[in-house]
């Protein structure tokens, strides 16, 4: 058996992360989602039926935008780490 080693959500270079939450009884899904790296810890329900909120739909990382959901993440990232 080769070693296994693993690996942590929280990484610097994470673009996004997002935790599903589904029940059958109530026959729908719940996306948790962190539009950045997971070190900011804001993951935002969206439910599976509802139209995506722009913010998270629209934007480019290399490109800084206040209308983006991604850098929004990133600016209170930073002022947690600073």
Known sequence: MGEHWERSIGLHRTS????VQSSAAR???VLWFEPASAL???YVPLVVHIEIP???RLGIQ???GRS???W???AI???GNG
């Open 16 to 19: 996004d992360s997002y935790v």
């Open 27 to 29: 026959q729908d899904a």
């Open 40 to 42: 900011s810890i804001i």
């Open 54 to 56: 722009p913010s998270y």
């Open 62 to 64: 290399k490109v800084f």
């Open 68 to 70: 983006s959901a991604f």
């Open 72 to 74: 929004a993440s990133c």
């Open 77 to 79: 990232q930073n002022i």
